[in-house]
């Protein structure tokens, strides 16, 4: 486990690598989409450990959320009830000044330039997107990537809370496990509070159907990258 400090500006967040995977994407159904790709797969694990910035979102959520709902006029009727997960529509990162939205993406953009140089890509932090993601009992972030096509961007989520609805992320062909090699499998990934996942676009992904009573939350987003 590596710990290290991500500085902010005025303030440094403690973060934990708990889990890192890489291996080599040889299922070309979905990494086509780019063109080139610019890199292969990995998961990356984080745990941030701060607890006034987790405070701060908590307490601006009900604000979060009643600006995105102006939007509502903007969705078709039959998609109103998706709205907080419908992440084409606004950008937190841009569209809400709270500053422990500015702090997140700090935090999101140093761990992704680290990220690019691990991964040895000749490319750079162009822009971010960011949605708000709420679960609520019976309901379900179904199979979906965010690729766009000649995008090249890394995805993340952070989780805000501790719950039993995993998020699923499809392994392209195998992944290396404790010396194990697991063939056509899904890595598993059970939401912590704090924990901060880090994985490419084309990466298709799905959590399970939501069944606790308290809402399942997350913040999720992309880094986009450019030459």
């Given at each position: 486990i590596n710990i290290?400090?991500?500085s902010t500006g005025t303030s440094f967040f403690w973060s934990q690598t708990i889990k890192y995977y890489r291996g080599i994407n040889?299922?070309?159904?979905?990494?086509?989409?780019?063109?080139?790709?610019?890199?292969?797969?990995?998961?990356?694990?984080h745990l941030l450990e701060n607890d006034h910035l987790f405070s701060r979102i908590?307490?601006?959520?009900?604000?979060?959320?009643?600006?995105?709902?102006?939007?509502?006029?903007?969705?078709?009727?039959?998609?109103?009830?998706?709205?907080?997960?419908?992440?084409?529509?606004?950008?937190?990162?841009?569209?809400l000044p709270q500053q422990e939205l500015k702090t997140l993406k700090d935090i999101v953009t140093s761990q992704s330039k680290e990220l690019i140089i691990e991964l040895g890509l000749e490319l750079k932090v162009s822009e971010h997107h960011?949605?708000?993601?709420?679960?609520?009992?019976?309901?379900?972030?179904?199979?979906?990537?965010?690729?766009?096509?000649?995008?090249?961007?890394?995805?993340?989520?952070?989780?805000?809370?501790?719950?039993?609805?995993?998020?699923?992320?499809?392994?392209?062909?195998?992944?290396?496990?404790e010396d194990e090699v697991k063939f056509n499998t899904y890595v598993k990934i059970k939401p912590q509070k704090g924990k901060l996942i880090f994985f490419p676009s084309w990466m298709f992904h799905f959590t399970n159907i939501h069944k606790e009573e308290t809402p399942r939350l997350s913040i999720a987003g992309k880094v986009i990258l450019s030459q």
């Open positions: 290290y400090p991500i040889s299922n070309r159904s979905n990494r086509d989409i780019l063109n080139p790709p610019a890199f292969d797969f990995f998961i990356q694990e908590e307490t601006n959520l009900d604000h979060y959320i009643s600006e995105i709902k102006k939007r509502e006029k903007l969705i078709p009727k039959e998609h109103r009830n998706f709205l907080l997960n419908y992440y084409r529509l606004y950008n937190i990162f841009s569209d960011a949605w708000l993601n709420l679960l609520k009992t019976g309901e379900q972030a179904t199979r979906h990537c965010h690729v766009i096509k000649d995008e090249q961007s890394i995805s993340w989520v952070l989780f805000l809370d501790d719950s039993d609805t995993l998020l699923n992320i499809e392994a392209p062909h195998f992944i290396h496990e």
